[in-house]
């Protein structure tokens, strides 16, 4: 097979903590004038473009900066329907309690298998074309066995890391049978999804009426474990509660939003760093009006962290994982180095995955190219589109 040679790289973020000096702390992994090869989509060799060896072809990137291609853990792309209203409302101080949920609910139900895999095909375009080269999708606005089993169906389409979440909320018509619904979810639902997905979540969260409480979220973070899945958590989204205790105890890959962590999660999340991973979504502080949590205290303390965008419908309509960069270093206490560092090896760590996310020899070559010399740009530039991932065969739209 072809090889290709991407030279004139001005900066390259490996992110493998091999490359770096031993006083280096940020771990990013950093050459100046390098070269990649790329070999049957995975990479052949990294280094000084002065040593790289021949290849097929070459591909000049002009003297750009190159960084692992974003790893977007949490989204919820398979959904059809407009909310745009409930975000004009909540900008003017409508707080969010998970309710409109059901708006995509009805909306995602009515939609053919073609609208919505069309829909998913725009999503996940619109997020390559801003650096992110792997996306996790989650099911969850299907809620019945026939609508959560075809989300997954197509989120497989797109992606490996398919996530069965039928306990995202309660629907209306189970409102007042809840132990019905769940007996559904960990049933009929979860034997028609489990092998469409690699995951299940359950969004666990006592200050949402239609979110699952934590004796809830064991049974089915329990059956979906049975059923082969790997385990990740909504959690400690709208207030203090049980979600990251819970992914702590039943080994979890990750649990998402960490909004509000009190010192004992935080003392659990850290304990736990190398097994379950503290995944932050400030696309949804943003998009909420809510306060961001402190991802330096997480950090500090030795959590494992990780950055998504959570992109959904409701609480966050954004793809964009710069912006999420953006907010993390604005609003969270990161620094640029740290914030790109969870959005790559981070994210893909609370995705158990090795062969992304770094760009080192044998991993899958997954590259995002900056119009810009520096990763720093993401940053200084914030708004400005500089990132899209880089087309196997040197397409990079100089
Ligand atoms: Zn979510």
């Known amino acids: 097979m072809n090889s290709t040679a991407f030279t ?42 002065s040593q790289a060896p021949p290849a097929d072809e070459r591909a000049d990137v002009g003297g750009r900066a190159v960084i692992p291609g974003f790893v977007d853990s949490h989204s919820h792309l398979v959904f059809a329907g407009d909310r745009s209203q409930e975000f004009a409302a909540r900008m003017t101080g409508v707080r969010y309690d998970g309710g409109g949920i059901v708006t995509s609910v ?12 069309a829909l998913v095909a725009g999503r996940v ?16 606005y299907g809620l019945s066995v026939r609508d959560e089993a075809r989300s997954l169906r197509i989120a497989a389409e797109f992606t490996p890391e398919t996530t069965f979440l039928g306990a995202h909320v309660v629907p209306p018509e ?24 690699r995951w299940i979540d359950v969004f666990c969260e006592p200050h949402s009426a239609r979110a699952f409480t934590e004796d809830e979220a064991r049974v089915v973070l329990s059956a979906g474990r049975q059923a082969g899945l790997g385990l990740r958590v909504h959690g400690n989204q709208l207030g203090h509660g049980p979600g990251a205790r819970l992914a702590v105890e039943m080994g979890a890959a990750s649990v998402d939003h960490c909004t509000f962590l009190s010192a004992e999660d935080v003392e659990q999340l850290a304990a736990a760093s190398d097994t379950t991973v503290a995944t932050l979504l400030p696309g949804v502080e943003f998009s909420t009006r809510s306060p961001y949590p402190n991802a330096r205290r997480l950090l ?4 494992s962290i990780a950055l998504a965008s959570d992109c959904n419908p409701g609480t966050c309509y954004s793809s964009s994982i710069p912006f999420v960069l953006a907010l993390a270093v604005r609003e969270m ?23 992304i996310g770094v760009i080192r020899t044998g991993n899958r070559a997954d590259l995002t190219v900056l119009d810009a010399p520096s990763f720093l740009h993401l940053f200084y530039r914030a708004g400005v589109p500089i990132a899209r991932a880089l087309e196997p065969g040197g397409r990079h739209g100089q």
């Not at 009805?106 to 895999?117: F, G, I, V």
Request: glycine share 10%; net charge negative; charged share 25%.
């Open 300 to 303: 500090d303390a030795g959590v």
């Open 174 to 197: 189970f409102a007042d049978r809840r132990s019905e619904y769940v007996d559904l979810i960990t049933g009929e639902m979860l034997a028609a999804c489990a092998p469409h997905a």
């Open 333 to 355: 206490s990161l620094t640029p180095a740290e914030a790109l560092l969870a959005a790559t090896v981070g994210s893909a760590k609370s995705l158990r995955r090795k062969d």
């Open 125 to 140: 375009a619109e997020m390559r074309a801003q650096g992110t080269t792997t996306v996790e999708i989650k099911s969850g």
């Open 8 to 49: 004139g790289i001005a900066e390259l973020v490996t992110g493998d903590a091999l490359l770096d000096g031993a006083d280096h702390s940020e771990h990013l992994g950093l050459l100046s004038d390098a070269a990649v090869v790329v070999q049957d989509g995975l990479i052949a060799w990294v280094g000084p473009a």
């Open 106 to 117: 009805n909306a995602t139900r009515a939609a053919s298998d073609d609208e919505l895999r």
